[in-house]
């Protein structure tokens, strides 16, 4: 399908000019001779570029494009003039134009710009599209009250550029909440930068936030950018801070005052642009009492608080996380989506869950490769989810048992038997073999056994 161009010029020759060379290149072409038919256009037509005139009797081609903006702001406008002023270029760029065409129209310039400018179009909407997807798939799942509340406190930090501290058990899914704000932030197209440090060796996480120069220490062979430099524009994401030596808080406290850092080894000052957001998974204000963690770059990162409930504060939300899991893992594994019982699911809700969230992803990854049918039962949730739950060993074992004893009864009713037949023919044996179908030697043995 060709893409399709609206020409909105009040000059004939040159909707007729446009209109030709265009189709000639297998655009569909549609054109107006005002503003006002512009818009109609656009509504009922839906095309995939404006080339716009600006200098047309009453509604001119500035006042179009932001109406044009306000309908469809992804609409790509080009704008046309044959008398055009640094103002008026500056004026349509500030509402949303793409580029601009002067009279007498270079073709060349004119494919250029279209065709450019539909690319443009197309990245832009990858971009949203990609950026929907991100959202989604870092996006809290729940109905429940303390999730709402979450939603609520997310969605009002996130335009701000203010320093968030995320609180939470481990498992809860501090860093996906992290995520989240930045997709919502001002800053969604820029760097989200992690830096986990409770994983980085204490020596070198200042190299790690900071970068270094080729030299500046022995293993130092190259320079490094550090991931305040690599977040600039962005947001840092210093994940698990009560983990961080005391030291470091100590510089991460100056670079965040004078928002400038230098290299390790280096001289030069580097200005610093990022939205940092913080996590941990314990007290702070304990660890500020114990002398571990520092009070100033405390009330630095907790301008914003956000806590994230465990799950055993939010079971309403186990059963749309257990289908939510079982989806995504079928789809990850190209097999049919497990389905789960009722009683199972109601047992999953009555646990604990101590390493929450990322506990029952675990469990339900287990179970989608362990469980061989494609519905999973109360008697395929293990220990110590289901304290009922035996390995299929004991299973093996309880069945040997109850043969066994089956095999015990069973004797002892064939004796019981035979010696009532016995006191019924007075003792003779011949007359009863006979009268049983079986011989006197099976007789005397099954008297003989001990019960």
Known sequence: MYPAVLIVDDEITIIESLKGILSDDG???????????????????????????????????IETLKEIKKITPSLPVVMITGHGTIESAVEATKSGAYDFLEKPLSIDKVMVTINNALNFRKLEEENIYLRKKSIEKNSITGTSSAVQKLYGQITNAAPSNASILITGENGTGKEMVARTIHQFSLRPEQPFIIINCAAIPEENLDSELFGHEKGAFEKATSKNKGKFELASGGTLFLDEIGDMNINTQAKI???????????????????????????????????????????????????????????????????????????????????????????????????????????????????????????????????????????????????????????????????????????????????????????????????????
């Open 27 to 61: 655009f569909e072409v549609m054109h107006a001779f005002n503003g006002y038919e512009a818009l109609k256009k656009i509504e009922v037509e839906s095309p995939d570029i404006v080339l716009l005139d600006i200098w047309m009797p009453g509604m001119d081609g």
């Open 253 to 451: 406290l100056r670079a965040l005052e004078s928002k400038t850092f230098q290299r390790i080894g280096g001289g030069r000052t580097l200005h610093m642009d990022v939205r940092l957001i913080a996590s941990s998974n314990k007290n702070l204000e304990k660890e500020i009492e114990t002398g571990n963690f520092r009070k100033d770059l405390y009330f630095r990162l907790n301008v914003i608080p956000i806590h994230v409930p465990p799950l055993r504060d939010r079971k309403k939300d186990i059963p749309l996380l257990v289908d939510t899991f079982l989806e995504k893992l079928s789809k990850q594994s190209s097999e049919k989506k497990k389905t789960i019982s009722e009683h199972a699911l109601n047992l999953l809700v009555t646990c604990e869950w101590q390493g929450n969230v990322r506990e029952l992803k675990n469990l339900l990854e287990r179970l989608s490769i362990m469980v061989e049918s494609d519905h999973i039962d109360v008697a395929d949730i293990p220990q110590p989810y289901n304290p009922e739950y035996k390995p299929i060993q004991l299973i093996e074992k309880d069945l040997s048992l109850y043969e066994d004893n089956l095999i015990l009864a069973k004797k002892q009713f064939e004796k019981q038997f035979i010696n009532q037949k016995i006191a019924e023919e007075e003792g003779d044996l011949k007359s009863v073999a006979k009268k049983l179908g079986i011989s006197v030697k099976y007789i005397k043995k099954s008297i003989s056994q001990t019960s």
